[in-house]
């Protein structure tokens, strides 16, 4: 066993390595709203321009915060990291989040020089809730209802080159049938918030949120992973979502984590990291 002196200095260097290195950036000007700002995490002695991974975290879309940053080791493979808050469901329902991603996206790249950031390469991953809200984003590009008239950079771009969706939603229309009693108790709440009603009344809301509904054959290359015992999310949701990149010629892949639940370790260990690292860059190389 550890020293308890030893243990404390390897838990102190632990919670110094996971600081971001620039904390609560405000990303719409002039806005007193707190889920308008961002944590940037640069990776050591970056020389050049990072490529950026903007993150966005899970909680049934009403709740959770930036610090939650499941991929914080992709830091080490060479990318920045920007975790975004964003209004919840319970303060205002769809498409205020998606609005506050974009916002932030729009923020990133049109200050990308002063953060040390390759603004031709950001790619958007997110876990749960966050893995929605990062394929929605990633596959909406110049969507006019989806793109908001949030902050200072109206006139720069919110394309993502890679989505990058943890064990997320995908298709809002079919998510309840495919769901298990347990999934229905978490999951059926969680959307009436989301899409702002019962869902009988909000079925038109419910196309527009599913990033399915976007994917097209200009699609960025998008990688998936889910667990394949989900008990909240369905498997099927990444499935339908993997089966329409695949018909329509998108660089996709597909990687099911055998006898896994809603998240958990395996999702971020570095086997899986390095699986990610090596998608991203095989792709963004030609695309």
């Not at 030893?6 to 110094?16: D, E, F, Q, S, W």
């Not at 997320?168 to 108790?185: K, M, V």
């Not at 667990?227 to 909240?232: F, I, R």
């Not at 996709?252 to 809603?262: D, K, P, Q, S, V």
Request: hydrophobic letters at 45%; proline letters at 7%; charged letters at 15%.
């Amino acid at each position: 066993m550890l020293p308890r002196i030893l243990i404390a200095i390897v838990l102190a260097t632990a919670t110094l390595q996971a600081a971001p290195t620039q904390s609560d950036i405000l990303y719409v000007a002039d806005s007193t709203n707190p889920a308008h700002r961002l944590d940037l995490y640069l990776p050591a002695n970056n020389q050049t321009p990072a490529p950026l991974i903007v993150w966005t975290h899970g909680g049934a879309w009403r709740g959770g915060t930036k610090d939650s940053v499941g991929i914080e080791a992709m830091t080490e493979r060479g990318w920045a990291i920007a975790s975004v808050e964003y209004r919840l469901s319970t303060e205002a329902p769809f498409p205020a989040l998606i609005h506050d991603i974009k916002a932030a996206i729009r923020y990133l790249r049109a200050n990308a020089a002063e953060l040390h950031l390759d603004p031709n390469t950001f790619v958007i991953a997110g876990d749960s809730a966050g893995g929605h809200l990062a394929a929605l984003v990633g596959l909406s590009s110049h969507d006019p209802y989806l793109e908001g008239t949030l902050g200072a950079h109206l006139d720069t771009s919110s394309d993502i080159q890679a989505v990058v969706a943890l064990f997320g939603a995908h298709n809002l229309t079919t998510i309840l049938s495919q769901s298990t009693p347990h999934g229905l108790n978490v999951r059926a709440p969680a959307l009436e918030l989301l899409l702002g009603g019962p869902i009988a009344d909000t079925k038109e809301a419910a196309v527009l949120a599913s990033p399915i509904h976007y994917v097209s054959e200009h699609s960025c290359p998008v990688f998936i992973m889910h667990g394949d015992q989900d008990p909240q999310m369905p498997v099927n949701q990444s499935l339908e979502l993997w089966g329409k990149c695949k018909e329509l010629g998108i660089p996709t892949h597909l990687e099911i984590i055998r006898g896994g639940a809603h998240g958990g370790p395996r999702f971020y260990d570095a086997t899986r990291l390095d699986i990610i690292n090596t998608f991203l860059h095989s792709h963004l190389a030609t695309h």
